[in-house]
């Protein structure tokens, strides 16, 4: 049973930085493309980012240039670095595999 296990969302003020790590088990990532999607209150669901098994990421356009999604497939791991973070990044960040395997989400929320 393939399972996602998301951590690192936590409260942090604009400006700041935080790491996101998804951690997979039940199936080797390395062949699969990996998600990140993320839900703010009272929203639909949105993707924020994607990466290929060679590592190729997409983003939508508000987290260009200041998020990166990364991957360790030793590790069976994905992360999502995420700087200078706005107040508009708040939410539940969703690790997907290509599929559909979710995780639970963490919560990020950005505030003064």
């Known amino acids: 049973q393939t399972q996602l296990v998301e951590s690192g969302g936590t409260l942090v003020q604009p400006g700041g930085s935080l790491r996101l790590t998804c951690r997979v088990s039940g199936t080797s990532i390395s062949v699969y493309w990996l998600y990140w999607y993320r839900q703010a209150p009272g929203k639909e669901r949105e993707f924020v980012a994607s990466?290929?098994?060679?590592?190729?990421?997409q983003y939508i356009d508000s987290v260009k240039g200041r998020f990166i999604f990364s991957r360790d497939n030793a590790r069976n791991t994905v992360y999502l670095q995420m700087n200078n973070l706005m107040p508009e990044d708040t939410g539940v960040y969703y690790c997907?595999?290509?599929?559909?395997?979710w995780g639970q989400g963490t919560q990020v929320t950005v505030s003064s």
């Open positions: 997907k595999l290509e599929g559909n395997d």
């Open positions: 990466i290929t098994p060679n590592s190729v990421t």
